[in-house]
């Protein structure tokens, strides 16, 4: 896990008490992937986030890696201090499981999911591993998360998605029963992190 590269406090105080964001990548991915739409957040004066959710090879399951997400925001924020969440991928559903599933709600003030299979995805059953059987569509992990969406409510929630998506199949599969859904013409599934529109968007509508 990345630490933080400043007090909590400080950080806050420096970004007129607006919340961190925390930027989750998804499978098989770290980091990394997560600088371009990191450095528009850190360039409109936000503090950023970055954790490594590890295994990232969907091996472990995605409460196993939501508890590690908390474990890691207790360390990393104030006490009291609330975050957003943007979360691509498998990104988003650690979000989600956390918020749902592992007391996330006090801590979460807007959740955003990019591309995440909230539905599942097909591209699920050509993969082994715990966290990858649980994003297959109709699994019990995902059914289970549906029958109490309700426990998202007093969380901002939008999820992105794009209909050429190939890696969300069906791309439609990226759509919350909860929240906003946006659909946006993007070429493939990586495009979400690589649009600096799309970036100035997310921006704004985190802002606080």
Partial sequence: MLQPLENPSEANARTGGAPTVVILHGIFRDHRLMRRLSGAFEQAGRRVLTPDLTPNNGSVGLAELAMQLGKYLEE?????????????SM??????TYIQRHGGRRRVRKLVTLASPHQGTLLAWLLPGQGVRELRPGSVFLRDLASDAHLLE???????????????VPPRSSEMPVGRNRRVLLPHHRAFLERPRLARELVALLAA
Avoid: K
């Fill in 91 to 96: 990104g988003g559903m650690v979000a989600r």
């Fill in 76 to 88: 990393n924020l104030g006490p009291d201090e609330q975050c957003d969440i943007i979360g691509h």
């Fill in 154 to 168: 007093g969380v901002f929630v939008a999820s992105y998605w794009t209909p050429f998506d190939a890696i969300i």
